[in-house]
């Protein structure tokens, strides 16, 4: 059976290390484009991702694989969200661990 191959759109080059093997079994193999994908302002990492997808596929005209993670903390509700990358950049982690009191439940989750 052939290997079937798909462009993985990224920058960061650790993105290929942990998705190649969750498709080992599926014989699927990854190519790497790091071409800047267009990234709308949304809440949704979902709709985020879906603009990103159909960006690179209009230009690549292949078949491709983009990600969009987004860190959410429930005593923020839910902030930052799928804007995580720029708060960390703005504030970093200390600065969101001040905007939360010193008795908040410190849970929090990426989804991606």
């Given at each position: 059976?052939?290997?079937?191959?798909?462009?993985?759109?990224?920058?960061?080059?650790?993105?290929?290390?942990?998705?190649?093997?969750?498709?080992?079994?599926?014989?699927?193999?990854?190519?790497?484009?790091?071409?800047?994908?267009?990234?709308?302002?949304?809440?949704?990492?979902?709709?985020?991702?879906?603009?990103?997808?159909?960006?690179?596929?209009?230009?690549?005209?292949?078949?491709?694989?983009?990600?969009?993670?987004?860190?959410?903390?429930?005593?923020?509700?839910?902030?930052?969200?799928?804007?995580?990358?720029?708060?960390?950049?703005?504030?970093?982690?200390?600065?969101?661990l001040r905007?939360?009191?010193?008795?908040?439940?410190?849970?929090?989750?990426?989804?991606?």
């Amino acid at each position: 059976m052939s290997k079937a191959r798909l462009i993985l759109v990224t920058q960061n080059q650790h993105k290929l290390k942990e998705i190649t093997p969750l498709f080992k079994k599926y014989n699927v193999e990854f190519d790497t484009n790091t071409l800047e994908k267009y990234e709308i302002r949304s809440e949704s990492i979902e709709e985020i991702a879906r603009a990103a997808a159909k960006t690179a596929f209009d230009i690549l005209q292949k078949p491709v694989v983009v990600d969009d993670t987004g860190f959410f903390i429930n005593a923020l509700n839910g902030f930052p969200g799928s804007y995580a990358g720029i708060v960390l950049n703005f504030i970093g982690y200390e600065g969101i661990l001040r905007l939360m009191p010193e008795n908040e439940v410190r849970a929090s989750k990426f989804m991606t």
